[in-house]
């Protein structure tokens, strides 16, 4: 079965970039999936980033739409996230997830086990 | 974004008992929502998605309900293996999620 797994530092400076990668095993990053990043910071609630395809389009929400990058390398069965000037609101767990969407809806399965980012000096 | 709201936000409960979490959404989302379990340090899970259909392994025993702003998660008897949080999701627009249910041990 499909699995994901987060990977990238667990400390980042402000203003600095946040960078993760989130390898994908049991199946092809190519197939017909939007493949996503959500977060979770410290006692709150999910927040869904964004979402990209295997051609490259994205979607990503708009309060983080300025800062927000997403790729995907086929090749390597990977696609990653880049957040640029961090601040201490990003600190979060972040997950990444199998978008699943159809004329039903979306939904994400299966996920990642999610890596802690901190954003500290 | 569309907000979703759930209750309770914290329940305790008995192994056996029936289980019943409410999400409300700001706007109506027809049936594009989702419902996900989540343990401390795993991955959240997919329970059912498009409000009722229930997702393949997962137990019987979930179900859900609701179509416009209303949807309800039922646990009909529940397990040890239940005790986490609960979070709802919609996808009508860009995905928002619920803040959560913890369910946990009376």
């Known amino acids: 079965q499909v699995q994901l797994q987060e990977s990238g530092p667990g400390l980042v400076k402000p203003s600095g970039t946040l960078s993760l990668t989130c390898a994908v095993s049991g199946g092809s990053i190519s197939n017909n999936h939007w493949w996503t990043w959500v977060r979770q910071p410290p006692g709150k609630g999910l927040e869904w980033i964004g979402e990209?395809?295997?051609?490259?389009?994205?979607n990503y929400h708009p309060s983080l739409k300025s800062r927000v990058t997403m790729s995907i390398d086929e090749s390597k069965n990977q696609f990653s996230l880049k957040l640029n000037s961090v601040t201490a609101a990003d600190t979060a767990v972040y997950y990444c997830?199998?978008?699943?969407?159809?004329?039903?809806?979306?939904?994400?399965?299966?996920w990642g086990q999610g890596t802690r980012v901190t954003v500290s000096s | 974004d569309i907000q979703m709201t759930q209750s309770p936000s914290s329940l305790s409960a008995s192994v056996g008992d029936r289980v019943t979490i409410t999400c409300r959404a700001s706007?109506?989302?027809?049936?594009?929502l989702n419902w996900y379990q989540h343990k401390p340090g795993k991955a959240p899970k997919l329970l059912i998605y498009?409000?009722?259909t229930l997702q393949s392994g997962v137990p019987s025993r979930f179900s859900g309900s609701g179509s416009g702003t209303d949807f309800t998660l039922t646990i009909s008897s529940l397990q040890p293996e239940d005790f986490a949080t609960y979070y709802c999701?919609?996808?009508?627009?860009?995905?928002?999620f619920g803040p959560g249910t913890k369910v946990d041990i009376k």
């Open positions: 706007q109506s989302i027809s049936n594009y």
């Open positions: 498009a409000a009722s």
């Open positions: 999701q919609q996808s009508y627009s860009i995905s928002t």
């Open positions: 990209i395809y295997h051609s490259g389009s994205t």
């Open positions: 997830a199998r978008g699943n969407a159809n004329s039903w809806g979306n939904w994400f399965d299966p």
